[in-house]
């Protein structure tokens, strides 16, 4: 059985940091975040494959970092410099397959995820 439970959600202002983490009953070949905000659609934050390798969406990028504890099969997302933007539930994922590659810098794409934890709020405010 799948588990993926995320915490470290909340609310920060502008400018702040968070870190979520992501406790899985283990770590897949592709782990990502992704986040909703109310009225939007889900969108990728970014992924981590089992070599370490990580995509970010260009929204995120050199702003958020990803990053995995396999000892402990914990999936992180250290947030910095927040914008009000960023406000939305927040998902880990899991895929079993490679992640794909990001040039374009997109962000993954969810539809291709099939384990998803319950999700944490992050709120930022002006």
Do not use: H
């Not at 969406?57 to 050199?62: E, L, Q």
């Amino acid at each position: 059985q799948v588990q993926l439970v995320e915490s470290g959600g909340g609310s920060v202002q502008a400018g702040g940091s968070l870190r979520l983490a992501c406790a899985a009953s283990r770590l897949w070949t592709c782990m990502g975040w992704f986040r909703q905000a109310p009225g939007k659609e889900r969108e990728g934050v970014g992924t981590v494959d089992t070599d370490g390798t990580t995509t970010y969406a260009n929204s995120v990028k050199g702003r958020f970092t990803i990053s995995k504890d396999n000892a402990q099969n914990t999936l992180y997302l250290q947030m910095n410099s927040l914008k009000p933007e960023d406000t939305a539930m927040y998902y880990c994922a899991a895929n079993t397959g490679w992640c794909a590659t990001d040039i374009a810098g997109t962000g993954p794409n969810p539809a291709i995820f099939g384990y998803w934890g319950q999700g944490t709020q992050v709120t930022v405010s002006s």
